[in-house]
């Protein structure tokens, strides 16, 4: 019997991530501190003068994030805009929050074009035949294989939403219909999206930026139009992200 994650709730909150702000800034990256700032700042608007965070915590599983829960969505959006206003020098405000539902049996000429890539409008097409907002789908099988099903994972923003969808058990494609389940990614290796090394990230990258696609300078990965790849880690005929590296795989991949 499968359970859906306790994960999957739409509680409102923003996270501000310090993992970069400086050992000298530190003492100001604390909860407390990220309260009064964000307090003294929401407070300093006409009719928010009494106006207090409803709870500020440790993420329990980073601890280099700290989240401010919300009353509600607008008043989410307000304490974003606030805290990237009041962030201190390394703090970044992340994204909003996604829930990964995967989707197994799915067709697909449903998802990806000719070359693999996610066909233009296919999140919007999907989102509404299944009465959900994705914002991102990864497709989990071997594109090359040239099967017509395989596995998925979409990214809704709601978690009542990726909580409905694992509880009905299926997920909509044109008309077909494919299995859902609990997605459960498996652990991937820190990678370099600047030089595409392991270890580390581009952040403290130093070295050039090379494309992950032909290894080659002066262009992203995304703008390559080289026809034969080779990575940038191993030198193999395939691009430096990809599944098939064994360098990559030494350490594990995301999905």
């Known amino acids: 019997m499968r359970t859906t994650p306790s994960a999957f709730s739409d509680t409102w909150c923003c996270t501000i991530d310090i993992s970069r ?9 604390q909860a407390g ?9 929401m407070g300093s608007k006409e009719g928010q003068q009494s106006w207090r965070c409803a709870a500020v915590v440790r993420d329990v ?3 280099d994030r700290i989240k401010v829960i919300c009353r509600d969505e607008a008043e989410m959006q307000l304490t974003k805009q606030t805290a990237e206003k009041t962030a201190i020098k390394g703090a970044r405000v992340l994204r909003d929050q996604l829930f990964p539902v995967k989707v197994d049996g799915a ?19 999907l989102g509404k035949e299944n009465e959900v907002t994705i914002a991102k789908i ?18 809704v923003t709601k978690g009542a939403d990726a909580k409905r969808l694992l509880e009905e058990r299926w997920f909509h494609l044109a008309g077909e219909s494919a299995s859902t389940n609990v997605f459960e990614p498996r ?55 990809s599944r098939n590296c064994r360098a990559r ?7």
């Open 61 to 63: 599983r980073n601890a």
């Open 33 to 41: 501190g990220v309260r009064q700032a964000i307090e003294e700042e």
């Open 107 to 125: 067709n697909r000429t449903a998802v990806l074009d000719l070359k693999g890539d996610i066909l233009p409008g296919a999140m919007e097409a």
């Open 249 to 255: 795989a030494a350490q594990g991949d995301e999905y």
């Open 138 to 155: 990864h497709w989990l099988s071997d594109k090359e294989n040239g099967k017509t099903y395989g596995s998925m994972v979409i990214h």
């Open 187 to 241: 652990q991937g290796p820190v990678q370099c999206y600047k030089c595409w090394n392991t270890g580390h990230k581009a952040f403290a990258c130093k070295k050039e930026q090379v494309c992950g696609r032909c290894a080659q300078q002066g262009h992203q990965h995304r703008q390559c139009q080289v026809a034969e790849p080779s990575c940038a880690i191993c030198g193999e005929p395939h691009e430096a992200f």
């Open 21 to 29: 702000v400086s050992e000298e800034d530190r003492g100001k990256a």
